[in-house]
């Protein structure tokens, strides 16, 4: 998803302010953490599907919302999508009372357990499908502007790198959030060098990138 919210590589917008001290500055960001945890199980929803959520938020809101602000509205639009609450709910922070219930039955323990056994599945070992690329290959981010969640940074699209290491084949995060489920993907470690990134320096850059990002030159 090419939007305000993939900002790697952009210039302008100052340094980013790090306080290893203090996660939450004020509690009201503790709950919108909490909210937005617990709705996970309640919708579902996954992390991929909530950040995509917040990629969807208009740029001037992105850019002048907290952290955890946007967690908070992109928590709320997925319940909203789900039919769980409607938008005068969400913004009198009053549930109506017409609601079929019935329609939404109550998550028992044992299924709140599978979830979670499912949700950790993330790697899969047994994965039929031969990587397509080897260590030391030369290959090149695919150019391509999804329309949904994406991991492949704007600023590495289109760049050359080299296979530096097979991590195994991994759930595909674009798959997740558009609902198609795991769709495990192999997924390598590609070296960048920053010349070829920015025009300049000596240094390299590391990234994890999923196969369907990459290509042969």
Partial sequence: MDSIHDMGGMQGF????????EVFAHDW???????????????????????????RLAPAEYLNRDYFEKWALAAAAL???????????????????DVDLAAHPRVSAADLLAASRAGAEMT???????????????????VHGPDGHTR???????????????LGAF???????????????????????????WGQGSD???ADLWEPYLEHP
């Fill in 204 to 206: 390299t850059l590391c």
């Fill in 14 to 21: 100052g340094p980013v302010p790090v306080d290893a001290e």
């Fill in 79 to 97: 319940a909203r999508g789900a039919g769980l609450v409607s938008a005068d709910e969400v913004v009198t922070g009053r549930k109506s009372f």
């Fill in 124 to 142: 899969f070992p047994d994965h039929p499908a031969e990587p397509c690329f080897a260590m030391g290959d030369t290959v090149r981010v695919m």
């Fill in 152 to 166: 492949a940074p704007r600023y590495l699209r289109g760049r050359l790198g080299r296979i530096e290491r097979h």
């Fill in 29 to 55: 960001q503790k709950r919108a953490f909490a909210l937005t945890e617990t709705l996970g199980w309640a919708v579902p929803y996954g992390s991929d599907e909530h950040r995509q959520e917040i990629e």
């Fill in 171 to 197: 759930q595909f995060a674009d798959a997740l959030a558009a609902g198609r489920g795991p769709d495990p993907q192999h997924c390598y470690t590609v070296i960048f060098d920053a010349a070829e990134l």
